[in-house]
């Protein structure tokens, strides 16, 4: 089993920073992508931005050049920074690691359980 937990999500006024961190840990075997998504209520659940092993990333169009992800390949972790920050960020965000585990070396996604951040206005 991988279980994924985020951090570093709370409440922050508009045009100010967070920055979220996920750990994965259990039976890795490797870490293919590692990525950040969003779900604000009554929408869907959406890419803010993903990372391949090698560091190559993408983001969704409303968060270019406003947020960063990174990650740490020995410490299979991932982090999203982001400033200016705006009310419309406001939503719950879920970690996802595309993940080779266990003894069969089994692909699966795994998602964390979400941490909330709040933008006020």
């Known amino acids: 089993q991988v279980q994924l937990v985020e951090s570093g999500g709370g409440l922050v006024q508009a045009g100010g920073s967070l920055r979220l961190s996920c750990a994965a840990s259990?039976?890795?075997?490797?870490?293919?992508?590692m990525g950040w998504y969003r779900q604000a209520p009554g929408k869907q659940r959406e890419l803010v931005a993903g990372?391949?092993?090698?560091?190559?990333?993408n983001y969704g169009d409303s968060v270019k050049g406003r947020f960063t992800i990174s990650r740490d390949n020995a410490k299979n972790t991932v982090s999203l920074q982001m400033n200016s920050l705006k009310p419309e960020d406001t939503a719950v965000y879920y970690c996802?690691?595309?993940?080779?585990?266990?003894?069969?070396?089994?692909?699966?996604?795994?998602w964390g359980q979400g941490t909330q951040v709040t933008v006020s206005s």
């Open positions: 996802k690691s595309v993940v080779v585990s266990g003894t069969l070396r089994s692909l699966d996604d795994y």
């Open positions: 259990g039976s890795i075997f490797s870490i293919f992508s």
């Open positions: 990372i391949s092993r090698s560091g190559t990333t």
